[in-house]
């Protein structure tokens, strides 16, 4: 069953701090907290020292843990794959920067062949916790190969989870509990929202539990499903909605591998409709996946059919044309009122 955010703030022990931050300020603070808890965490990729990342989010670090813990590489990431891959097998915890989603296609061969396979082909002698961090998604008017929305690649993979915060919170806590886990996290954090939104979060160092679907607002008309940086336009079309007398249940799927379909079977059971949100392309996305779960373990919930509201399948085009590519809230309403009427 996934959780309900709010839920956390009641059953956290006393922080030891809290601050007001934005979702990259969230990921700093949890590898700061991670750092100091368990030396054998460690930070590498391009940049992310003496820059302290080209979006900030290792700023600090360097100075606070020295070089032999967080180390600037070359511009190469298959280097940077089978390097982390080598540090995990042998003791340390390795959270290596992939600058933009985009250029993770490299470091692939490291990633899919030997990371995921790991526990497998050993027969559980070695594990490999390793967090692959990466910038993805469209929205910060970026050249070519830095707005790719790359999920499904990863979430196919079986031995790697796949986890996208929404929130700083959630990238808090979804963050410590990556660091924490004994295989492979792809770690994909949204630029359109790193400094959209600020949020107190307490840093006490308490993770947030991985493979569960987070239920953002209650509803009874029809389930909203989103991940990501969508999760912003999800909410706004509630709101809407409301506004129209339609009652959304919005649910932040948050790990897409493994994916948690219980929370989402009993919501659907609820409402009976189902909207899928997310800004990669439609053909073989998550939300496909999540649709065909639905087909098939929840087929007699349904009053309508299932709606995806998704980017189109092309690449990402340039800054001009992202406004076009990428989902509103208003197409989010249109799908929503679809399934009302029908």
Same mark, same amino acid.
């Given at each position: ?32 907290? $991670? ?30 843990? =020295? ?13 940077i794959g089978g390097i982390s ?20 296609? &490299? ?30 998604? $469209? ?9 790719e929305s790359l999920e499904a ?13 929404? &929130? ?50 209650? =509803? ?7 991940? =990501? $940086? ?49 800004? $990669? ?62």
């Open positions: 069953m996934g959780v309900n955010e709010s839920i956390r703030g009641a059953t956290a022990t006393i922080p030891s701090t809290s601050r007001i931050v934005t979702l990259v300020e969230a990921v700093n603070m949890a590898l700061h907290n $991670a750092m100091e808890a368990d030396p054998n965490v460690v930070v590498l990729g391009e940049d992310v020292g003496t820059n302290g990342g080209v979006f900030r989010a290792t700023v600090g670090l360097k100075e606070r843990f =020295g070089v032999k813990r967080v180390m600037d590489t070359p511009l190469a990431e298959c280097m891959v080598g540090m995990a097998t042998q003791g340390l915890r390795p959270v290596a920067e992939i600058q933009f989603m985009g250029f993770a296609l &490299s470091a692939l061969e490291h990633i899919i062949s030997h990371a995921a396979r790991i526990r497998n082909r050993t027969r559980g002698r070695l594990s490999c916790p390793l967090v692959l961090r990466m910038p993805f998604g $469209a929205g910060i008017h970026a050249p070519e190969h830095h707005s690649l990863f979430a196919h993979i079986p031995g790697l989870r796949v986890v996208v915060p929404s &929130s700083p919170a959630r990238a808090y806590g979804l963050l410590l509990s990556a660091i924490q886990d004994p295989d492979p996290v792809i770690f994909l954090e949204p630029t359109r929202i790193y400094r959209l939104i600020r949020q107190e979060v307490m840093d006490d160092g308490h993770g947030l539990p991985l493979d569960t679907c987070f239920t953002l607002q209650p =509803g009874t008309d029809v389930t909203l499903v989103s991940w =990501g $940086a969508m999760v912003h336009e999800t909410l706004q079309a509630a709101k809407s909605l409301s506004k129209l007398g339609i009652s959304a249940e919005v649910i932040d799927v948050a790990t897409l591998a493994p994916l948690d379909m219980d929370t989402i079977l009993h919501s659907v059971r609820k409402t009976g409709r189902c909207v899928i949100v997310h800004e $990669a392309a439609r053909h073989c996305g998550v939300g496909a996946e999540i649709a065909a779960r639905l087909a098939e373990k929840g087929l007699f919930y349904l009053k309508a059919p299932i709606e995806r509201v998704t980017g189109f399948d092309i690449p990402v085009p340039y800054s001009r044309n992202e406004g076009v590519y990428l989902p509103s809230s208003e197409d989010i309403v249109q799908a929503c009122q679809r399934t009302m009427e029908y």
